[in-house]
Every structure is written in C-alpha cells, then in structure tokens.
C-alpha cells in the first residue's frame, strides 16, 4: 500500500449537518469564509437517503377546547380544558393554565367508542363518546357551554371522537378505511398476532385487516421520524401493553415500486435470520392491504450523532476504537452468515445510550445482499459517500465492499470530514497524502490509526483488510480498549465484543504493569 506521509495541506472544510432533497447529490454547504482550496473536502453530514428527525421540541397540538367528562370509577362530572397533542391528552384547569389536572398518554388508549346517536330521546344520553384504557373507562359528555342539549353538541363530540383516532393511527394511507369504533372491535388482550416462519404464508408479516388493527398493539408517534429509508420511514412508537418503546418502519404498498419487492423481501428475511448484540433486534411484523410495518427495538441515537454533537465536531481514538471494534465484531457475524450490509454508515450504526461508550448495533438492512465468500454481486446499493470505488464504477463487488465504508467512516469519525472529493479519481487522491490525511486533524491522531484506514480504503479488493485482519489490528490491540470493551460486557450482561482467548494475555499485561482491572 501506499505510504501516506502527513503532509502539509489546507484544512478540511468543517463538518455541517445538512438535509437535502435530492437523492442523488451530496451537497457541500459552507460559510462564505471557506476559501477555495477547503471547497474540495466534503463535510461530514446526513445522507440524503437516510434523513433524520431526532430533537422533538413541542408536540404539535391537533385540537383544544373545553370537555365535560365522568369515569367508570367516579362518576362525578368535571370539566377542563382538553388539549389534544400528537402524544397525548391534557387536561387543564383553563386554556391559560400551565399546571394540568392529568395526562391522558395515547399509547394508554385502547379504544375510542362513538355513542350511536340513534336513542329513542337524545335527553337520555348521558354521553357521547367514551375512551378506554387499561385502568379506566372516560365518559366525555360534550363542552360545558353545550350541556343543554343545543344542535353542535353531536357534531363537536364526533369531531373530538374522530381527532383522538386519527391521533391514535396519524399515519394511515389515504386508502385505508377510516377508523371504526364499533363494538366489538379486537382489543389488545385477545389478539395473537406473530410473525410467520418463512415459508409459512406468501405474505411479508402476519396479516391483518386495517392499521386500526396494528393501532391497538402500538401508538406511532408521527411528529417523531427516527430515519428514512429506501423501503419507508421509521417512527418512534409504543407498544401499549407493555410500555415498551419501539421504533417502527411503514411501508406504503401503494407507493413502492414493485421492482424493489425482491429486495424487500430479502430485508425480511435478513431480519428475521439475525441475532446478534450487535444488530438491531427485529420483533414483529404485521401487514395490511395498503401498509406493510415492522416492529424493532429503539435505541437512543446514531454515530453521526455522536459525532456532530461533539466538541470538536470528531471523535477521539479512544470512543472510535470502541465503536469500530464493535461494528465489526457484528459484521463478522453478518459476513459469517454471508449477509453483506452494503449501506454502512453513521446513520446506520445506532448507540444505546447517550454515554461516551454505548453499545453499537447495526440497522437498516435495505440494500443488504447474501454474498459467499467466493461470490461476486453486480447490482445498485448504498450511499455513494461511502461505497467503494468498484460499485460507483459498476463493477463486481463482494463482502469487501463493507470493510471500505468502514475505512471511510473510520476516517470521518477521527476528522469530520469525508476522505475523498467528487472532482477528481480516488485513485488518485489515495495517493495524494495532501488528500487524504491534511495537518489538521491528522498531527495529532496515531500513525496505526492512519496505518488501519490505509489498510481498508484499498482500491483493490483483495488489498483490503478483511473483518479478522481488522480485528487483529495493532490500532484495536490496547488495554484501554480492551478495559472499555469488558466494561460494556458487564453493562449487557453478555460477553460478545471480547474472547476468553485473550484473557491470559491481557492479564499478564495487568500483573507486568501493576494494573488493577477495572472491569472486574
């Protein structure tokens, strides 16, 4: 390979997140300072294909106004004023008032039941909707100000009725049925609703008649988009019973070109097949007519994240070493099962917790192929920023294809910056030191480190590091990693990062060294 020497350069252009419409550029945005040598570095920033919404600020409010309402518990009648958000009902003392007199969360929501209007004496009801939950049965008996029975009531009670439904399922195709609050609806507790074994129907998931279905196992929070991809659009979600967070992926049959289905397929398969600490863990899926919607487990952000929230807008080699060893502890298992992700990248590689040392797990199987060891695929995947020169010149590429993003993200994870520009050859410019490792960062991060990115963005596949040559590195074999790693072992509960092969060693190196572990 190569020897890259650290040269003196301009510096890379400073990292920025960025969110864009078009899917086939990336677009370089910077300050009007930046002077025209800085022009050629891409900054690091959100893809396109994987646009994210992750801060939610205030939830949308969807409707307010004063309600009288009585419960299957107490049956006195009190009145508030009923604010009505993509997350809940609050009800307050008055429309000025900060404090409130409860939350109603919608994942509590089991059910929204219209009263018929058809009485032989309207005077007899005594309500015109009701709201169940798990602990409680809501009589909502209309605004105070209509108590006397005038002409509006009915109509200001449906359009309450019809608001807290469509809360309830904010994302249902235009196709689909309104929402029925009918009697004798399923309720959660007799639903038994699984995924299939493969083979077991010729369907994706499990079928069921309407997203009304789906809405009385899990409340999707439409103003929270966890992500985008080639398939749908994740949401944050809950599931009602258990009050378990989830994020979910719909998928508008009506919109999805019927070319993909194959590749959608292979998604399904791939999720169901998996099962590794280091891979996002699929629970369920569930199909209807017009939406297809897949259950997984959420976790708490993304690598680029990370590392756009940091302060100096990159990481250090301590926190990368940490994440990367774990990214390919789980893409040895993916390759070990002939699974190519073929997408990775920051977005893709979730973190279980804000700390400085998550856990890592991978996601967003969309573009993943089953490729042997031996085999070769031609075909379109991934996000151009990341992919490997033999896929963006239409040539053959095999599971070597990840271990090149994971150079790249390597390498924009310690600067902030993508290695490569889109004017000139990456040939070229992997020869160019000035290109690629430019004074600033790169004088004060390790020469294994820049020795390990070397040995991955190799433009001849079988140059490149494989996933055992990687782990084997020198840049990943130091005690402070290895401390790091066991430590997380005992956060999980489960030895999956590290070998019991390499405890002698490191324990000689703790005796020789005077160290106590601080994983123990």
């Known amino acids: 390979m190569p020897s890259h020497k650290r040269a003196q350069a301009a510096p890379s252009a400073p990292l920025e997140n960025t969110e864009d419409d078009d899917m086939s550029d990336l677009v370089q945005t910077q300050s009007e300072e930046n ?19 992750t801060k939610r600020h205030s939830a949308k409010i969807l409707r307010e106004g004063w309600m009288v309402h009585y419960t299957d518990k107490h049956n006195m009648r009190k009145k508030h004023y009923w604010r009505l958000d993509t997350k809940s009902i609050i009800m307050y003392k008055d429309e000025n008032s900060t404090g409130y007199y409860k939350e109603l969360p919608l994942n509590e929501i089991l059910d929204v039941k219209t009263i018929e209007q058809h009485a032989p004496l309207k005077e007899q009801l005594t309500h015109y909707f009701e709201i169940k939950t798990h602990t409680a049965v809501y009589y909502i008996a209309g605004a105070p100000c209509d108590e006397r029975g005038t002409q509006n009531q009915p109509d200001n009670a449906a359009s309450w009725s019809t608001a807290i439904k469509q809360a309830l399922m904010p994302v249902t195709p235009q196709s689909s049925t309104p929402m029925s609050g009918t009697p004798g609806a399923k309720g959660v507790e007799s639903m038994q609703l699984k995924v299939p074994a493969p083979g077991e129907t010729g369907h994706l998931g499990m079928q069921i008649q309407s997203e009304q279905e789906f809405s009385q196992l899990y409340q999707i929070f439409a103003d929270e988009v966890l992500g985008s991809g080639q398939f749908g659009t994740v949401y944050g979600g809950i599931h009602r019973k258990s009050g378990k967070h989830v994020a979910v992926k719909l998928i508008d049959k009506l919109k999805f070109p019927s070319n993909k289905e194959a590749a959608l397929r292979t998604e399904v398969d791939i999720l169901q097949k998996v099962r590794h600490p280091g891979v996002v863990e699929f629970q369920q899926m569930l199909e209807t007519p017009d939406r297809i919607f897949v259950v997984m487990e959420k976790l708490k952000g993304d690598m680029l994240e990370m590392i756009l929230s940091s302060e100096k807008g990159r990481l250090s080699e301590r926190i990368t070493q940490f994440l990367v060893h774990q990214i390919l502890i789980a893409l ?108 600033n960062p790169w004088k004060d991060i390790s020469d294994n480190a820049i020795d390990f990115i070397n040995g991955l963005l190799q433009v001849k596949m079988s140059k490149r590091l494989t996933v055992s040559k990687s782990l084997a590195h020198i840049w990943l074999q130091n005690y402070q990693l290895w401390s790091d790693l066991r430590n997380l072992e005992r956060e999980v509960g ?10 002698a060693r490191w324990a000689e190196y703790e005796r020789s060294h005077g160290l106590q572990p601080v994983y123990v």
């Not at 002077?35 to 919404?53: A, C, F, G, H, T």
């Open 332 to 439: 040895h298992y993916l390759h070990s099962q002939n699974i190519v992700h073929c997408d990775l990248k920051p977005e893709n590689i979730l973190l279980s917790s804000d700390s400085d040392f998550p856990q890592v797990k991978l996601c967003d199987f969309g573009f993943a192929r089953i490729i042997g060891e031996r085999s070769f695929r031609r075909s379109v995947v991934g996000t151009p920023a990341y992919l490997a020169p033999e896929v963006l010149r239409n040539k053959g590429f095999n599971r070597s294809l990840d271990m090149w993003s994971v150079g790249v993200i390597v390498y924009v994870s310690l600067s902030g910056t993508f290695p490569f520009n889109e004017d000139e050859d990456i040939n070229d410019q992997i020869q160019n030191a000035e290109f690629m490792y430019p004074p």
């Open 494 to 503: 489960e030895r999956f990062v590290t070998h019991e092969s390499d405890d």
């Open 35 to 53: 002077d025209v040598n800085e022009s050629q570095y891409i900054p690091l920033m959100r893809i396109v294909m994987s646009k994210k919404q």
